[in-house]
């Protein structure tokens, strides 16, 4: 375990079929002691979704894994001048979308599947986060509810040109239709940021059978009342998106900042971190 992590974040991972489809196409994945969640919303015909998403958080879990455990994820890259959470995040959903790519071009079944990716790495007082598609990130801090992540999708660029409002969005019959997905080309771009943390924010990674279902005020003020009790929280988000109407499967991953994090850094590292 990272011991800096240790009591650090308090994660919650939910998910479900919903109230219209048979099979569930989103996966989630956490590992607190390393810091890291993913989200993924599978795309394709029978279960053809369910494989894409699975694949995406099966691999890319094992890859950071392995990664994380040989390396600290605060180093910088001497060249990039980035961290390794960052380079590396980049490397391994690379990997990933060429395995699913890959597994689409040799097993008909699976021809045209892919997914979409929401990833968050937690170190060092700091979240590196990486998407594609429209699953999304948002944070809670105090008063002030924002997506962090921008959807890589057709609404979106619309909303972006001025070609629609966001009160026309809302009706929209293009709200699922895709600009970017993991594993529908053999190359993927990925949207990769840094973010500080504080205590007390709260991070919340969805697919869109949420965000499309209930608003996000009304997430703003579950997550509000609910900020001491994150697995009441959860279930909640879940349950409004299925009162409305559940036309999807909804998947919410929940990360709070329990206290500050800072990586405990040895003259020794520090050395090696200059020199890598």
């Known amino acids: 375990m990272d011991r800096t992590l240790s009591g650090a974040l308090e994660i919650v991972v939910r998910t479900d079929p919903g109230m219209v489809r048979e099979h569930n196409e989103d996966a989630v994945f956490a590992n607190p002691n390393l810091g890291f969640v993913i989200l993924a919303d599978g795309m394709?015909?029978?279960?053809?979704?369910?494989?894409?998403?699975?694949?995406?958080?099966?691999?890319?879990?094992?890859?950071?894994?392995?990664?994380?455990?040989?390396?600290?994820?605060?180093?910088?890259?001497?060249?990039?001048?980035?961290?390794?959470?960052?380079?590396?995040?980049?490397?391994?959903?690379?990997?990933?979308?060429?395995?699913?790519?890959?597994?689409?071009?040799?097993?008909?079944?699976?021809a045209g599947m892919g997914t979409t990716l929401v990833t968050a790495v937690f170190y060092d007082n700091q979240v590196t986060v990486a998407h594609i598609g429209d699953s999304r990130l948002y944070r809670l801090r105090g008063e002030s509810f924002c997506a962090i992540t921008r959807d890589h999708s057709l609404l979106q660029?619309?909303?972006?040109?001025?070609?629609?409002?966001?009160?026309?969005?809302?009706?929209?019959?293009?709200?699922?239709?895709?600009?970017?997905?993991?594993?529908?080309?053999?190359?993927?771009?990925?949207?990769?940021?840094?973010?500080?943390?504080?205590?007390?924010?709260?991070?919340?990674?969805?697919?869109?059978?949420?965000?499309?279902?209930?608003?996000?005020?009304?997430?703003?003020?579950?997550?509000?009342?609910?900020?001491?009790?994150?697995?009441?929280?959860?279930?909640?988000?879940i349950q409004m998106a299925n009162d409305n109407g559940g036309r999807d499967n909804a998947s919410v991953i929940l990360v709070k900042i329990l206290r500050e994090f800072p990586a405990s850094r040895s003259r020794w590292s520090k050395f090696l971190t200059w020199f890598k």
């Open 44 to 110: 394709g015909g029978y279960n053809a979704g369910e494989v894409a998403s699975g694949m995406a958080t099966t691999l890319l879990s094992s890859e950071l894994e392995t990664a994380f455990s040989a390396n600290p994820p605060y180093a910088i890259d001497r060249v990039s001048g980035l961290s390794f959470a960052h380079s590396c995040l980049l490397d391994k959903v690379a990997v990933t979308n060429l395995a699913i790519f890959n597994a689409a071009e040799s097993q008909p079944q699976y």
């Open 157 to 237: 660029d619309q909303i972006d040109s001025g070609i629609i409002s966001v009160e026309e969005a809302r009706f929209s019959q293009n709200k699922n239709l895709v600009l970017r997905a993991l594993g529908v080309e053999p190359d993927v771009e990925t949207e990769i940021h840094d973010y500080p943390v504080q205590p007390g924010d709260i991070y919340l990674l969805c697919s869109d059978g949420l965000n499309d279902m209930v608003e996000d005020e009304e997430i703003q003020l579950t997550l509000q009342m609910l900020a001491a009790n994150l697995e009441l929280a959860a279930t909640q988000l």
